[in-house]
């Protein structure tokens, strides 16, 4: 073979090397992309449980008070009638493992004559108080009944109502509620450790503004060191160990976009455009990973998530039939 003819077997070959690289970088990068696009799908049920979460008709579908929640195999649903002049009734439903375990029961009156009272459920307790105290009831999730009640505050010179105003919290491993104990302190009491309550302090009173300005969802981070505010327009963080709000380099409180709602020791993310986008974060904010679903025609209300599993699921009122009910759209993260 001439030297001619061994330099045109040589760029033969070059050019087959590069041709093949083009293809396999061709493919290789379709195959990826259609992998990254594929869209998971959503599910509706437009009637939980197969029958009323309410039989007789005791919410109004005008109220703002119905709320969802998901603890271990329990789905519990709570309403409270305040059409009465001198009292709330707080309704209760229960379901285990998807199976009705009990609709529409009343569990706790509570007299109010001078309408002031503030009435917050998480999970299995009910915290309820107004100018002069506060009380949690705790409640019986497979027959309803009430298996405690415990005064937990008792002010000895009765407050002005606003500035014992109770919200709820949610931490890692349960729910509570928190108030403001007095100008630039607040406490804590969480079901199951009502015994003890978590002081928090604020003596820039920095904390009055973010939680009078907008409807937060309030979470107590698991080692306890940080408030996470979260509302529609952003969130924001109180240290509480540096008894001050994180800020951004222009000294404004920093504000953390993307997160909707909070649960066992997650934030989730979810956004909607077309395409579906859920991420799940860490307690730092970071991204652990992100699900993409099929567009969806349902009206959802990202900040009444809850999640067993990897299921997340959106909660909303549904005449269905004439009938009280709820639907739910469910979303299944796993891969």
Do not use: C
Not at 30 to 36: D, H, I, Q, R, V
Not at 172 to 190: H, K
Not at 223 to 246: A, H, P, T
């Amino acid at each position: 073979m001439t030297k001619g003819e061994r330099e045109t077997m040589h760029t033969r070959q070059k050019l087959a090397l590069l041709l093949i690289t083009v293809l396999i970088g061709i493919f290789g990068t379709t195959a990826f992309s259609s992998a990254a696009t594929v869209l998971k799908t959503s599910t509706t049920n437009y009637q939980y449980g197969g029958a009323s979460f309410d039989p007789k008709k005791t919410f109004s579908q005008f109220s703002n008070s119905l709320k969802v929640q998901e603890k271990g195999d329990y789905t519990i649903v709570t309403w409270i009638d305040e059409t009465g002049f001198d009292g709330k009734q707080v309704y209760m439903s229960v379901a285990k493992k998807n199976k009705w375990l009990f609709r529409g029961k009343e569990i706790l009156y509570v007299e109010n004559p001078d309408l002031d009272m503030m009435v917050i459920i998480t999970d299995n307790y009910i915290f309820y108080g107004n100018k002069n105290g506060l009380k949690a009831v705790t409640v019986n999730l497979e027959n309803g009944k009430k298996l405690s009640e415990k005064p937990l505050e008792t002010w000895e010179d009765p407050a002005p109502f606003s500035s014992k105003y109770f919200f709820p919290i949610k931490t890692n491993d349960g729910s509570g509620v928190m108030f403001e104990n007095e100008d630039g302190q607040y406490r804590i009491y969480l079901g199951g450790e009502l015994d003890k309550a978590i002081t928090i302090e604020d003596p820039k009173r920095v904390l009055r503004n973010h939680l009078y300005s907008y409807q937060q969802n309030i979470v107590l981070t698991s080692k306890r060191d940080r408030l996470v505010l979260i509302n529609g327009l952003g969130s924001y963080v109180f240290n509480i160990e540096k008894k001050d709000m994180i800020y951004d380099s222009k000294g404004q409180s920093q504000i953390f976009r993307g997160l909707s709602f909070y649960s066992n020791g997650k934030f989730y993310g979810y956004k909607s455009g077309g395409t579906v986008t859920i991420q799940t974060f860490n307690e730092n904010f970071k991204v652990l990973s992100t699900s993409l679903f099929k567009p969806s025609n349902e009206y959802l209300n990202s900040g009444e998530g809850t999640i067993i599993g990897n299921t997340i699921h959106f909660w909303s009122f549904n005449n269905y039939q004439n009938t009280n009910a709820l639907k739910v759209n469910s979303f299944n993260l796993s891969k």
